[in-house]
Nanobody, 131 residues
Framework: QVRLVESGGGSVQAGGSLRLSCAAS????????MGWFRQAPGKEREGVAS?????????YYADSVKGRFTISQDNARSTLYLQMNAMKPEDAAVYSC???????????????????????WGQGTQVTVSA
């Protein structure tokens, strides 16, 4: 069963923080590459960060968020997180959780969003950043 449900979006002032959560079913979470896309109006979709939930420390971050965003996981809850700090107005977008169940086809297995690969998507959560 496929399930990806995001939460934690909202409004924040520039410089502030938000934490997004993605609750996943075991099928979509277990030993897969998972991460976050974002898309702002009039802009192309951007792979923000991704991680391989099966272990290891490898992660992927877009250059635009390196040093400010942190992706993490809670295996007991099959939940993915995105901690966003030092937020900027350009971070405003709809953030969607995504999963690739075929991460065995590339290496490292955390790079699904760098490769813009995803099999399943959540509905998305809106993030607004005011200047």
């Amino acid at each position: 069963q496929v399930r990806l449900v995001e939460s934690g979006g909202g409004s924040v002032q520039a410089g502030g923080s938000l934490r997004l959560s993605c609750a996943a079913s075991a099928y979509t979470y277990s030993r897969n590459c998972m991460g976050w896309f974002r898309q702002a109006p009039g802009k192309e979709r951007e792979g923000v960060a991704s991680i391989y939930t099966g272990g290891g420390r490898s992660t992927y971050y877009a250059d635009s968020v390196k040093g400010r965003f942190t992706i993490s996981q809670d295996n007991a809850r099959s939940t993915l997180y995105l901690q966003m700090n030092a937020m900027k107005p350009e971070d405003a977008a709809v953030y969607s959780c995504a999963a690739d169940i075929n991460s065995w086809t590339y290496h490292p297995r955390s790079e699904c969003l760098k490769r813009e690969i995803a099999d399943y998507w959540g509905q998305g959560t809106q993030v607004t950043v005011s200047a």
